[in-house]
C-alpha cells in the first residue's frame, strides 16, 4: 500500500492591488500602493470588480490584498462581504481604501471581520492612500495625489488643497489633465494602463511620460468636435438634460450636457455592446443640493443594474431595455 503525501501548504507571499481603471484617482492609488508595498497590480471597472475579487480568493498565493477606488452598489455589496470573509479565513491581510458613499451595515461587517478601512468621503481615494502611507512614500508622491483630487474635484477639501498648495496650480492641471485624457483614451489597452501605473510608481510626471502630450491633444481634438453633437442631440426632461453619445465615452461629454444645458444635472450614456448595457456619466452642477449618487444606487439597482458615487458625479450601469425608465424615474426623483 503506497502512503499518500501529505498535501504541502502553499506560502502566501504575494502583495495585490486591485484598483479602479477609468480615471485618475483609480490609477494613482494602484501606483502608490506599488511605490509603498510593491506588489502585482489588477485594474478593473465596477462591473468587473466581483469577477476580479474570485479570481484573487482562489489565488493561493495572495497574502496582502489592496482594493482601491472601487465603490460598492446594493448590488454587489453583500456579495462583496461575502467574498472578503473567504480571503479572511485564509488569512489573507486586506485594506479597503474609497471614497465613495458606503452603507453603515457594510461598514460594521468589514470591521467585524478585521479588514483596514481607510474610508472618507471627503478626500479622493489617492490622498487617502498618501495620507495613510507617506512614510513609505517619495516626497514624489504628494503631487500624484495633488492631481488625483483635482481629476476627482476634490482639491478644495482639507487634504487635497493642502498638498495642491505645495506646487504651481497651471503645472498640476496640466499633468492632471495629461493623465486623465491617457487613462480614457487607453481603456482598451490594459498594458498600457498597468504601465502608467509603473511609471508614475517610479516618480514620474504625466509629462514626462513618452507621447503622453501627443496622445492628450488627439483626446482633446476629439471633445472640441463633442461640443456640436452635443448642442444638436441632447434632449431636455424638467430636471435634466441627457444624450447617448455613440463616438467617445459618456464621462466625457457629460460636463458639456451639463453645461450646454444649463439643467443642474446632466446625464450621458453609451452602449456597450458586448455586455448589453449602458454606461451611464451623472453629473450636478454646484446648485445642485440632492446626493446624486444616493439616488442612482438604489434606483440602478432596482432595474437590474448597479451604480453609485459621490453627490455630484457619479455613474451606473443599466441594462439596455431599461435606460428610459431610469432617465424618467432619475428625473422624478431629483425634483
Known sequence: MVSKKPKVKTQRTKVVCLSHKEDADGISSAALIREAFGGDTILEDYPGLMDALEKIKNDEKIKQLFICD??????????????LSELRKN??????????????????QLEKLKVKLIHDINECTTVQVYNAYK????EHASFVAACAAITDYMEDRPL???????YDRQFALINATVLTFNIVGHQKDPDYLLYL??????????????????FAQIQVEKLASMVGKVKKSMKMMKNLAYMEVLD??????????LGLSGKDVGVAYKERVDH??????????KACKIHLGRIVNPLATKLGGSGGGHDRACGAVIPKPKIKQFLKEFNATIS
Open 70 to 83: 472601487l465603490g460598492l452598489s446594493n448590488k454587489n455589496q453583500d456579495e462583496f462581504v461575502q467574498v
Open 91 to 108: 488569512k489573507v491581510s486586506i485594506t479597503y481604501i474609497d471614497h465613495h458613499d458606503l452603507d453603515a451595515k457594510i461598514i460594521k
Open 135 to 138: 512614510s513609505k512614500l517619495s
Open 160 to 166: 487635497g488643497a493642502k498638498l495642491l498648495q505645495i
Open 197 to 214: 501605473v509603473e511609471e508614475i510608481s517610479e516618480s514620474k510626471y504625466p509629462h514626462e511620460i513618452p507621447n503622453t502630450f501627443e
Open 248 to 257: 467617445a465615452g459618456a464621462s466625457g461629454a457629460v460636463n458639456f450636457v
Open 276 to 285: 448589453g448595457i449602458y454606461a451611464v456619466s451623472v453629473r450636478g452642477s
